[in-house]
């Protein structure tokens, strides 16, 4: 139970002392993440950093070394490094670049999004047709509300999966679970994706693509990064946060009178979630960052504006993880079989459209990932075929945590309706 009152008093029980040790431990998984020795390369190719930031803090809950359940830093990750992640991430959406990629590109990054949310309830119902305890569950514990942060994850990113975690309400063992889920089936996806870059063209011929307009795409971006990049500034720190924080307060001022409002005036929505004050915080927010897009704003990117929310992610990511209870992990490992229906489902969809439109291996790639890893697999996936090509996986990531979180809402509920009772 999240409030529960444990009967061994943790080692560390005062607050600030518990935020220093993971901010500690983020560091060290950063630092570690980036050394050149081949051992440790090796061991991140296989976990990573994001895993250790989820499952380490989790270690020091489960090891009773500090009190994820009832203390105060989750909450203060959930309502402001939140929030402040999803507007610094949305600020530089760049919707006419969205329109000029929206022949192939557009087409596949939308086909992904439509196979994670079709795919997901398909998944729920083919497994409850052979073992429904897996899709199951009561309360806190039923599995589409689990299943649903995943979705998420899965069309947009870790910031999305939080605020649905928040909106759901999935008992931190079922969270558990779901965390080894998306970065098990996930990683292995991406690991696919990585080699396919390495034999592109092979996967274009399959597809009989033209990839001209993917070499004119890289050397637009190539000028447009080289153009606009700077170094960042006091100032430019001091206006993102201005921005990121100011808009968090006033999505927090106003969602709780929108809430009342639903509560009040339309009691049947709650099951949709729209009852629930945070809906509406991570709602407000992005729509924020989404019409600072449309200003000046926009520009403070070339400064490093998705570099900063990056920064508040993990840092929530890190409050998130305390509550995790290790052991809870593999409660029920058929999870693993629905994540794997659920992705195939993605890729065949995607494969389908793909050899329909011809389109590049890149555009395959950098569609699933795009929704599937967020910015930061999107990135290294985009990398891996031009660096100057990042910037596409930037702008598709954009989108998709723009939307994700109620793409990923919407997935739930229909979850929810083929879940067995």
Request: glycine share 8%; proline share 5%.
């Amino acid at each position: 139970m999240q409030n529960a009152i444990r009967e061994v008093t943790p080692l560390i029980t005062d607050n600030a002392a518990v935020l220093g040790l993971l901010m500690v431990v983020l560091g060290i998984v950063f630092y570690t993440a980036n050394l050149k020795n081949k051992y440790i390369a090796r061991f991140y190719s296989v976990i990573p950093p994001l895993l250790l930031c989820y499952f380490i803090p989790g270690l020091l809950n489960s090891a009773n070394i500090i009190d994820g359940e009832n203390s105060p830093l989750t909450g203060i990750g959930s309502r402001f490094f939140l929030p402040s992640c999803l507007i610094l991430f949305t600020l530089n959406l760049n919707l006419k670049e969205m329109w000029n990629l929206r022949k192939r590109a557009g087409l596949m990054f939308l086909t992904g999004t439509v196979g994670i949310v079709l795919g997901g309830p398909i998944a729920v119902w083919i497994t409850s047709l052979f073992a429904p305890q897996i899709v199951g569950g009561a309360g806190p514990d039923e599995v589409w509300r689990g299943l649903g942060t995943l979705a998420g994850s899965w069309i947009g990113g870790s910031a999305n999966q939080v605020a649905l975690k928040e909106i759901l309400q999935p008992s931190p063992r079922l969270f558990s679970s779901i965390i080894a889920v998306d970065v098990f089936v996930a990683y292995i996806w991406m690991a696919f994706l990585l080699y396919g870059a390495t034999k592109q063209q092979k996967f274009n011929q399959f597809f009989n693509a033209d990839a001209s307009d993917v070499e004119a795409l890289t050397k637009r971006m190539d000028e447009q990064q080289k153009t606009n990049s700077r170094m960042p500034e006091a100032k430019d720190f001091i206006i993102m946060l201005a921005l990121a924080l100011g808009g968090t307060g006033l999505a927090s001022l106003l969602a709780d009178p929108i809430a009342s409002y639903m509560t009040i005036n339309f009691p049947e929505l709650e099951k949709f979630s729209l009852t629930n004050s945070f809906f509406w915080i991570v709602l407000v927010a992005t729509l924020i960052g989404i019409a600072l897009s449309f200003t000046p704003a926009r520009k403070l990117e070339n400064a490093g504006a998705s570099k900063l929310g990056t920064t508040l992610l993990y840092m929530l990511i890190v409050t998130i993880g305390m509550q995790m209870d290790i052991a809870a992990i593999l409660e029920n490992p058929g999870l693993f079989i629905v994540g794997i229906i659920w992705l195939g489902i993605h890729a065949l969809l995607l494969f389908l459209v793909g050899k329909w439109v011809k389109a590049p291996f890149f555009y395959f790639a950098v569609g699933s990932m795009s929704n599937i890893g967020g910015v930061a697999s999107a990135t290294v996936t985009s990398a891996a075929f031009h660096p100057s090509l990042i910037s596409v996986g930037v702008i598709l990531s954009v989108f998709s945590y723009a939307i994700g979180t109620y793409a990923g809402w919407l997935t739930a509920i229909l979850m929810q309706l083929v879940s067995p009772s």
